[in-house]
């Protein structure tokens, strides 16, 4: 069976590997505007996500409530409690840190267009796809620095909640409220440049995954951490994936979900948006070092969902081909 690499995947590694060759660009006092380029993309992302925010599509999906609920359940409350289940294990500081980087990747809400994707060629609850995946964004803004305030303020000192919500409120509620209001009028251009707008949201992501690991590797951040910890951070983002996607499938037949349902409960319900969780940590993290290995179980949970689920979503595709 021939597995295809994300192309986005081969950038993310790219670009660490220039972050680590050229990471004078990146640190404070730079000549180039990293700071300013993200601030202004990251609200031009919302904005265009507003715009295809589509009221029939999400309309259409909104009745199903159970499988809303079991999926919102999986991404805001399965995974951050699984995840917390380890915090008493954490007997030092860069254990602090590798733990604190799971429960940030665990409290991220679900992402958009793969998820959609990947039902869609499983033959999934498409509108109810669209509907969680775009709502869960929006639930995530609310809900993910809560979680993370339980445990960011031990590592971080200057951690305001008022802040950080005016950060949110202004970077991404109030692009995604102008989008969505703006849809009826620009909505259809938005799909139709869909390929130009999606090359720009992974321009954005790419520049503050650059500015994180040129930060973290100019401080000197990585030199703790091996190859074998690379292996055994991966090993966990399997087990954790894995996890959620069964206990997600178990739950969804003990609530007597159709297969569709099911295949979309499980789709939606184990993603982890890395747009969300690099535009989060430039708000949550943005005094912190080590904002490089808080990114480091993200990107790898990001890469091993894609390749996981395509996989999955193939087999699923051509089973349904079958009967």
């Known amino acids: 069976m021939k597995i295809n690499i994300d192309g986005f995947v081969l950038s993310v590694i790219a670009v660490i590997g220039i972050a680590y060759i050229f990471p004078q660009w990146g640190v404070p006092g730079s000549k180039i505007p990293i700071d300013t380029i993200s601030t202004i993309g990251v609200s031009l992302i919302f904005f265009f996500y507003g715009l295809k925010l589509s009221p029939e599509k999400l309309n259409s999906g909104i009745k199903n409530w159970k499988l809303h609920l079991l999926v919102q359940a999986s991404t805001f409350v399965i995974f951050p409690l699984l995840v917390l289940l380890f915090r008493p294990l954490v007997q030092n500081q860069e254990q602090e840190i590798i733990w604190l980087a799971f429960f940030f990747l665990a409290a991220l809400p679900s992402t958009v267009s793969s998820s959609v994707v990947m039902v869609s060629i499983a033959k999934g609850n498409i509108p109810a796809a669209i509907f969680n995946a775009s709502i869960s ?187």
Request: proline share 2%; net charge positive.
């Open 137 to 323: 964004g929006i639930i995530g803004v609310l809900v993910t620095p809560l979680w993370m305030g339980l445990f960011v303020q031990n590592a971080q000192s200057d951690f305001d909640f008022t802040d950080i919500y005016t950060k949110l409120i202004v970077q991404i509620i109030l692009p995604v409220i102008v989008g969505f209001l703006l849809q009826r009028f620009l909505g259809e251009m938005a799909q139709r440049y869909g390929k130009q707008l999606t090359l720009f949201d992974k321009s954005i992501i790419l520049l503050i995954i650059y500015k994180s690991f040129a930060e973290s590797f100019a401080g000197n951040v990585f030199s703790s951490v091996s190859i074998l910890d690379i292996v055994l951070l991966l090993f966990a983002v399997v087990i954790l994936f894995y996890t959620v996607f069964l206990l997600t499938g178990f739950l969804a037949l003990k609530m007597r979900f159709d297969l569709e349902d099911r295949i979309t409960a499980q789709f939606c319900g184990t993603k982890k948006s890395l747009v969300h969780g690099t535009v989060f940590s430039k708000i949550l993290f943005s005094n912190m070092a080590s904002i490089g290995i808080i990114l480091l179980p993200l990107m790898l949970f990001h890469a091993t969902q894609l390749l996981i689920i395509s996989v999955v979503a193939s087999k699923m595709s051509r089973n349904a081909s079958i009967d």
